[in-house]
């Protein structure tokens, strides 16, 4: 194989980024990924809006739109297939990509039960195809040099709430569509927890509950107790109205004050602004460790696309799909991340430690 041949479906903003960054087209895709990322051809392009799939064909050079997944799905000469649609839709299609024998690209959350993660993790075994999770602060310049310096923190401090309160009718506070804030947009914030952490979780207790919504059934506020099965603690916070810019100093690029902290006998890393930008403190001696630096704006520095790695996602997975290497973010780690969440909920609902499986 010497080209990816791509299905796209759900041609909306994610999309773009991701179909932005085929055939090399992205200048800020890191130069050890770019000789994959001018393998990767956009071939179909399906979306429920003909006009928007039509509209990404002639952006992206495709060969055909559709309004029928099926179409993507049962095509012989797409290899690999991009998801980018609404939360509800990503477990079965990714499913079905999986079933006819596709390489999957899906965006976050992968699912939105447990039932759904365990139908996706005996897929991706039994296919034997590339499943990965387009968890976008894995690849972030400031969460990368926390995880190089921080390898084993002790406490993982996450924070994912949000200044505005999300709108009751918007399809992403929909509990069936959605999910709500914290599964929708905190699962970054909890799969850049458990990336840091480096290890799997063994019990959390929540707090929380419905505090700026209407409809019961989406938990918009959660503060979370975590222990981790290699003996470190942590705690997540997650949900919208409140909190803001007041958790950062200067101009969020992302507008989104999210950050999670690791800390490991007097050394300290955060990971800011979907893990942009970093910040380091330390109270060792220079001799056991010396930060890399005290503040690092990478998103000045560089721009926005630069530090947030977002570009370099897609190339990752053909580089996966070409090299047979490992991904970054697979099946696993979407599971973990969704389990965790739904965890979360069910502690505040109950008042009572969840553990996970082992």
Same mark, same amino acid.
């Given at each position: 194989?010497?080209?990816?041949?791509?299905?796209?479906?759900?041609?909306?903003?994610?999309?773009?980024? /991701?179909?932005?960054?085929?055939? =090399?087209?992205? !200048? *800020? %895709?890191? &130069? #050890?990924?770019?000789?994959?990322?001018?393998?990767?051809?956009?071939?179909?392009?399906?979306?429920?809006?003909?006009?928007?799939?039509?509209? /990404?064909?002639?952006?992206?050079? =495709?060969?055909? !739109? *559709? %309004?029928? &997944? #099926?179409?993507?799905?049962?095509?012989?000469?797409?290899?690999?297939?991009?998801?980018?649609?609404?939360?509800?839709?990503?477990?079965?299609?990714?499913?079905?990509?999986?079933?006819?024998?596709?390489?999957?690209?899906?965006?976050?959350?992968?699912?939105?039960?447990?039932?759904?993660?365990?139908?996706?993790?005996?897929?991706?075994?039994?296919?034997?195809?590339?499943?990965?999770?387009?968890?976008?602060?894995?690849?972030?310049?400031?969460?990368?040099?926390?995880?190089?310096?921080?390898?084993?923190?002790?406490?993982?401090?996450?924070?994912?709430?949000?200044?505005?309160?999300?709108?009751?009718?918007?399809?992403?506070?929909?509990?069936?569509?959605?999910?709500?804030?914290?599964?929708?947009?905190?699962?970054?914030?909890?799969?850049?927890?458990?990336?840091?952490?480096?290890?799997?979780?063994?019990?959390?207790?929540?707090?929380?509950?419905?505090?700026?919504?209407?409809?019961?059934?989406?938990?918009?506020?959660?503060?979370?107790?975590?222990?981790?099965?290699?003996?470190?603690?942590?705690?997540?916070?997650?949900?919208?109205?409140?909190?803001?810019?007041?958790?950062?100093?200067?101009?969020?690029?992302?507008?989104?004050?999210?950050?999670?902290?690791?800390?490991?006998?007097?050394?300290?890393?955060?990971?800011?602004?979907?893990?942009?930008?970093?910040?380091?403190?330390?109270?060792?001696?220079?001799?056991?460790?010396?930060?890399?630096?005290?503040?690092?704006?990478?998103?000045?520095?560089?721009?926005?696309?630069?530090?947030?790695?977002?570009?370099?996602?897609?190339?990752?997975?053909?580089?996966?799909?070409?090299?047979?290497?490992?991904?970054?973010?697979?099946?696993?780690?979407?599971?973990?991340?969704?389990?965790?969440?739904?965890?979360?909920?069910?502690?505040?609902?109950?008042?009572?430690?969840?553990?996970?499986?082992?």
């Amino acid at each position: 194989m010497s080209m990816i041949r791509l299905g796209v479906i759900g041609c909306g903003g994610m999309s773009k980024v /991701h179909c932005g960054t085929a055939l =090399g087209r992205s !200048a *800020t %895709t890191s &130069p #050890e990924l770019r000789p994959y990322a001018e393998k990767v051809q956009i071939r179909g392009l399906a979306d429920v809006d003909p006009a928007r799939a039509e509209a /990404h064909r002639l952006a992206y050079e =495709g060969e055909y !739109a *559709t %309004t029928d &997944p #099926e179409r993507i799905f049962n095509d012989p000469d797409i290899d690999a297939v991009l998801i980018t649609t609404w939360h509800d839709t990503h477990a079965p299609l990714s499913l079905r990509a999986m079933e006819c024998g596709k390489h999957v690209l899906i965006e976050k959350p992968m699912a939105m039960t447990e039932p759904e993660c365990d139908a996706i993790l005996e897929a991706e075994a039994r296919s034997g195809v590339k499943y990965m999770v387009a968890f976008r602060c894995r690849f972030a310049r400031g969460a990368r040099d926390v995880k190089r310096e921080i390898p084993r923190p002790d406490n993982i401090i996450a924070h994912a709430r949000t200044a505005g309160i999300w709108r009751e009718g918007i399809w992403a506070q929909d509990p069936l569509k959605g999910g709500g804030q914290i599964l929708s947009q905190g699962c970054h914030v909890v799969d850049m927890m458990f990336y840091l952490a480096g290890a799997e979780p063994e019990s959390v207790y929540a707090t929380g509950g419905v505090f700026h919504h209407q409809r019961p059934e989406v938990i918009d506020t959660i503060n979370a107790a975590v222990r981790y099965r290699n003996g470190s603690v942590g705690s997540f916070l997650g949900g919208d109205g409140g909190t803001g810019g007041l958790m950062a100093d200067y101009a969020l690029p992302c507008k989104c004050p999210f950050w999670v902290m690791a800390v490991a006998g007097g050394r300290s890393g955060l990971a800011i602004d979907h893990g942009h930008n970093a910040r380091f403190e330390s109270i060792v001696p220079e001799t056991e460790w010396k930060p890399p630096y005290a503040k690092c704006d990478y998103s000045e520095e560089l721009g926005q696309e630069a530090a947030s790695g977002l570009s370099d996602i897609l190339p990752t997975l053909a580089r996966s799909i070409l090299d047979d290497t490992p991904l970054p973010a697979t099946a696993a780690d979407g599971a973990r991340t969704t389990r965790f969440i739904l965890k979360c909920f069910e502690s505040a609902r109950t008042g009572k430690v969840i553990r996970f499986g082992q």
